[in-house]
């Protein structure tokens, strides 16, 4: 079974860090690539962060640009996102998605079930 | 304010047709595929359509998807009360390199 399971959600300080995770399990991790996309809460999906296959392509939303670094690891078919400097506007549930090719381009088919991340003093 | 344009709502009854449009530019939708995306409540979002008109595997074929030119369109028919949902169009964006979502598409069946 394709599945992706996200971790390293919770409540933060304005200003502190945070790491997300995402477990991919049930195809070839390294073959694809990947996303980050959130939903503030009753808001639309928006787009984070994309890595390709090989980690050779990376782009951000300009949004999060210069305080968010996404990473992945396909030894250990782990997609990562680094939180810095964060913000009571990053307040969201973060998706992690699989493209449908080796390009973050392409359409996502796979979403995890998203983990919670609060900004609040 | 998304870079792609989905209206708020739309409506219809059961059996019938509803057509959802988004409309963006040529640095979006013009040159690129078009996914679909259905997130129904309380549930992570689920590709309907991708590269504009293909529907994934399970998917069935009361949806639909096209494009012209800066707009692409979802098709439903047969509207099923378990297809109520938000439905969301996105794409890469050439100029901003950057995936672009619609603002999303309540759907009611009523």
């Known amino acids: 079974e394709v599945q992706l399971v996200e971790s390293g959600g919770g409540l933060v300080q304005p200003g502190r860090s945070l790491r997300l995770s995402c477990a991919a399990s049930g195809f070839t991790f390294e073959d694809f690539a990947m996303h980050w996309v959130r939903q503030a809460p009753g808001k639309g999906l928006e787009w984070v962060s994309g890595?390709?296959?090989?980690?050779?392509?990376?782009d951000y939303a300009d949004s999060v640009k210069g305080r968010f670094t996404i990473s992945r690891d396909n030894a250990k078919n782990s997609l990562y996102l680094q939180m810095n400097s964060l913000r009571a506007e990053d307040t969201a549930l973060y998706y992690c998605?699989?493209?449908?090719?080796?390009?973050?381009?392409?359409?996502?088919?796979?979403w995890g079930q998203g983990t919670t991340v609060t900004v609040s003093s | 304010q998304s870079v792609l344009t989905q209206p708020p709502s739309v409506s219809a009854a059961p059996g019938q047709k509803v057509t959802i449009s988004c409309s963006g530019s040529?640095?979006?939708?013009?040159?690129?595929?078009v996914s679909w995306y259905q997130q129904l409540p309380g549930t992570a979002p689920k590709l309907l359509i991708d590269?504009?008109?293909k529907r994934p595997s399970g998917i069935p074929d009361r949806f639909s998807g096209s494009k012209s030119g800066t707009s692409a369109t979802l098709g439903i028919t047969g509207l099923q009360t378990g297809d109520e949902a938000d439905y969301y169009c996105?794409?890469?964006?050439?100029?901003?390199?950057?995936?672009?979502f619609g603002g999303g598409t309540k759907l009611t069946v009523l």
């Open positions: 998605t699989k493209a449908t090719g080796r390009y973050h381009h392409y359409g996502m088919d796979v």
């Open positions: 040529s640095s979006n939708i013009e040159n690129n595929y």
């Open positions: 996105g794409t890469w964006d050439s100029s901003l390199s950057a995936v672009v």
């Open positions: 590269d504009n008109n």
């Open positions: 890595i390709n296959w090989n980690s050779g392509s990376i």
